[in-house]
């Protein structure tokens, strides 16, 4: 795993997270911009997933399993996406607490990618 990639996935998704959450603190629905964070989120997300994809094909081993691993990679991907879908659906403050939402779970999900590749 790449601890940078890591780091930078969290980070961003904190970012995301904190811009959402202010934005239902004021009582607003997900706007465009959200969703253009949401994006770029999800692209470091679909990074992570292929260079996990890479380093499993090299040879390279998850200290806890490659299932869990593999599974984790998956879910720190779609985590986001979700999240944004759920706020499409709910164009309320709630929607904009939802994203939030998923950018606190996409941080822990990071952590816990890192922990069990073995960081």
Known sequence: MLVVLTIV???AALALAAWCGFAAYRDQSTKDWHFIGMAVVTLLALVQLIVGIVQLARGEKAEQGTA???SY???TFFCVPAAGYMSLMERTRWGSATAAGGGVLLAVL?????????G
């Open 9 to 11: 996935t969290s980070v």
């Open 68 to 70: 869990l691993f593999v």
């Open 73 to 75: 990679l998956l879910g």
């Open 110 to 118: 990071e952590l816990r990618l890192y922990d069990i590749w073995g």
